[in-house]
């Protein structure tokens, strides 16, 4: 029996014993060439190549960033006790929501310390020294020098993107603290607001309404469902913000979720970025219901349609914390590594495409400072008067600031869009939170002329500023970081909080006392639908200057 052979597969009696013509072996060899060089071109050119490559050569471990500057106190803050910092009266937050299992472990943390901000519980006050700007050695042995710090300006327009190079013979100058900053010449091709400030105008009144209702949202918390709580007026959901030099469009649900086709979205920071999250959900939750994967690290919503992905990690501080003892500070009182950033957020940072980044009010929680290993400041802590503080909780949320988006700028694996939404500014009038401070009565926005500056406020503003400047002047080629400057806005907007309807009972006290005290109220958060939903239309325009404009990586 004759063998098979590549010309008769299945051989045959008749077949010819001839061998096989030179040019039936020279086509063959033509084809099979013309095979390879095909495959290798396109290898070459596809991105898991280059995702190969990247994997394999291009993670620098040696890069890592160095806290040199940051500000220091002038005097000790004299604060002997520790307080509650609860704005929930200890109301477990998983009773507030109506998605099972929608709340994950880190929601637990939130009512067990949320604070609002105030001169009082920062120890800042008419007479207090604000922190003083200075240079600790990185063993800070506590030598100080009195040179001012040159911080990398913020971009003309923060909505603008900032894409970091190593020339540093085309350094920006010396940054201004503005809450407004001028109007960018820079331009976007496919935004309809390219190029303008997004955040100098003025809030004007809205016809339209909110982009939802407070009872077509099942994942608002209950303490921000204002309606639902017996607030009796509805106009603060009627304002809407209007930059000087264009619209910000009303936020298009489906639209977002088409130019975030297959990406993931991440809201980090505290109870106030779980507001804006929950802003977010309500809207896109108007035309698709997301399927809930959150794990105990995380809340994860995903919606199907497009593949986008929603997220809220947990992190008060966003830089290392824990309860341990440290040095002379005891188990039990909460250590801030400031020059470590959250290792939780890290180990996720590489799944992510934007990532939204806020903090600043739980910096007025009892906590003790650790930099480069040392104990250097604290906040209702600090057992000995005799030795100065070198960092107080101001100056300590700026340098948390610079620690994370300095992690993330030089992260080698994280390509994505770092946004850093500014300072959200409370609006506690006649004290704080806890000492009589109220914003019930407030029906509609501040008019121009007739804001009334907070003293912590700026100083938090102004140190989040630094620590981003700082930032920037330390990140590597490519990294994408953006400045969201909301507080100067968001400082019109009294009427936007809670204040007494915080929660359904129905017997409780909104208004003042025969003594004139006003009931407990939150002046921090803000109502949903209100002024949050804002915040998410300023980002979503934000994003599409990033994906729409010619910029995405």
Request: charged share 20%; aromatic share 10%.
């Amino acid at each position: 029996m004759k063998a098979m052979t590549w010309d008769n597969p299945k051989s045959s009696p008749n077949e010819s014993p001839s061998p096989r013509p030179l040019s039936w072996i020279v086509v063959f060899l033509g084809v099979l060439a013309m095979f390879l060089i095909c495959a290798s071109g396109i290898l070459a050119s596809y991105p898991v190549g280059s995702t190969v490559r990247e994997y394999f050569y291009g993670v620098d471990h040696s890069r890592f960033y160095d806290i040199s500057v940051f500000p220091v106190l002038e005097s000790s803050t004299d604060v002997s006790q520790n307080e509650s910092l609860d704005l929930v009266d200890n109301e477990p937050s998983s009773s507030d929501r109506k998605v099972a299992n929608s709340v994950t472990e880190s929601n637990s943390q939130e009512s067990s310390g949320e604070s609002a901000s105030s001169d009082s519980q920062t120890g800042l006050t008419s007479n207090s020294p604000l922190p003083v700007a200075g240079t600790i050695s990185s063993n800070v042995t506590g030598n100080v020098t009195n040179e001012e710090p040159k911080t990398v300006a913020l971009m003309n327009d923060p909505g603008a993107l900032i894409t970091t190079t190593n020339d540093t013979s085309k350094s920006p100058p010396d940054s201004v603290s503005a809450a407004v900053p001028a109007s960018s010449k820079e331009s976007y091709s496919g935004s309809v607001n390219s190029g303008c400030n997004l955040f100098n105008g003025t809030w004007v009144h809205d016809s339209l309404g909110p982009l939802y209702k407070n009872d077509s949202c099942p994942v608002l918390t209950q303490m921000q469902n204002c309606q639902g709580n017996g607030r009796p007026d509805k106009d603060y959901e009627n304002w809407r913000w209007k930059p000087f030099q264009c619209d910000v469009p009303r936020l298009d649900p489906r639209k977002f979720l088409e130019v975030m086709r297959g990406k993931t979205l991440a809201f980090i920071g505290d109870s106030v970025a779980r507001n804006q999250m929950e802003s977010m959900m309500c809207i896109l939750w108007q035309v698709e219901e997301p399927k809930n994967h959150g794990n105990r690290n995380m809340q994860r919503f995903y919606f199907k349609s497009t593949s986008v992905t929603i997220i809220r990690i947990w992190s008060s501080w966003l830089v290392k914390h824990n309860s341990e003892s440290f040095d002379y500070a005891p188990e039990g009182v909460d250590k801030l590594f400031l020059d470590i950033p959250d290792e939780n957020v890290m180990k996720f940072l590489p799944t992510f495409d934007v990532v939204v980044l806020s903090s600043g009010h739980w910096f007025a929680k009892q906590s003790v400072y650790v930099l480069n290993n040392e104990i250097v400041g604290g906040q209702l802590w600090w057992p000995d008067k005799s030795r100065p503080m070198k960092i107080n909780n101001v100056a300590a949320f700026g340098i948390s600031v610079e620690t994370m988006f300095t992690a993330l700028a030089m992260h080698p694996n994280f390509t994505g869009l770092s946004i850093l939404r500014s300072y959200s500014p409370d609006h506690y009038e006649g004290g704080a939170w806890n000492t009589g401070g109220s914003c019930t009565g407030k029906v509609k926005p501040l008019g121009l002329g007739e804001l009334v500056e907070n003293g912590h406020t700026n100083a938090m503003y102004e140190q989040q500023v630094t620590g981003f400047n700082n930032a920037v002047k330390k990140a590597r080629n490519g990294s994408k970081l953006l400045f969201m400057d909301i507080t100067e806005a968001f400082s019109y907007r009294h009427d936007g909080h809670p204040g007494p309807f915080r929660n359904k009972d129905p017997n409780k006290i909104t208004v003042r006392g025969p003594d004139g005290k006003p009931p407990p109220q939150d002046c921090l958060h803000w109502c949903m639908p209100g002024p949050v939903d804002t915040w998410n239309e300023i980002l979503f325009e934000m994003i599409k200057r990033e994906f729409e404009g010619g910029n995405a990586s």
